[in-house]
């Protein structure tokens, strides 16, 4: 995440140096600097509040508070197996999805899933939510999970496990 405080220099200013300091709910969060940009690599639920910054000149003589700006980080839900039909017959097209309540492309956030039959992989991580088996067989059976990761592999969460009887 990247939290800029915009400002304007009056053009016959223009040689001014100016720091900027990033509050979150009234806290310090990043002390003075030339940088106008406040970095959070990588984002936290408890990076979630209210922002401003400051901007100061060198010599602080000139100080400016910005408005705030409330910044909610959320969560990667577990996700939770979703198959269609809900009854499978030896030969039927079955699907199998990883439901995540976060979009798999939110706002720049890429996710990826991998899907697993009893402990093992049947499909490695990619960008579908979905896993597919086109003519289902009786040893496709058995307890499914699947587990959604960011591209950056810093969070990972698991489905429970659900159970699916091929007839």
């Given at each position: 995440m990247k939290v800029r405080c915009d400002t304007r220099l009056d053009p016959l200013r223009g040689g001014t140096e100016l720091h900027f300091a990033f509050y979150r709910d009234g806290w310090t969060v990043r002390g003075y600097n030339v940088s106008d940009t406040y970095r959070v690599r990588p984002s936290q639920l408890e990076d979630s509040g209210n922002y401003t910054c400051e901007v100061r000149t060198r010599s602080d003589t000139v100080r400016k508070m910005s408005d705030g700006l409330y910044i909610q980080i959320y969560e990667i839900s577990p996700p939770e197996i979703k198959v269609t039909?809900?009854?499978?017959?030896?030969?039927?097209?079955?699907?199998?999805?990883?439901?995540?309540?976060?979009?798999?492309?939110?706002?720049?956030?890429?996710?990826?899933?991998?899907?697993?039959?009893?402990g093992r992989t049947v499909r490695g991580y990619d960008v579908s939510d979905t896993y597919r088996v086109r003519s289902s067989q009786l040893e496709d059976s058995g307890k499914y999970t699947c587990e959604v990761r960011r591209t950056s592999d810093i969070v990972r969460k698991m489905s429970d496990g659900f159970h699916i009887q091929i007839h």
């Open positions: 039909p809900s009854r499978v017959i030896e030969g039927d097209e079955m699907t199998v999805r990883c439901d995540t309540r976060l979009d798999p492309l939110r706002g720049g956030t890429e996710l990826y899933f991998a899907f697993y039959r009893d």
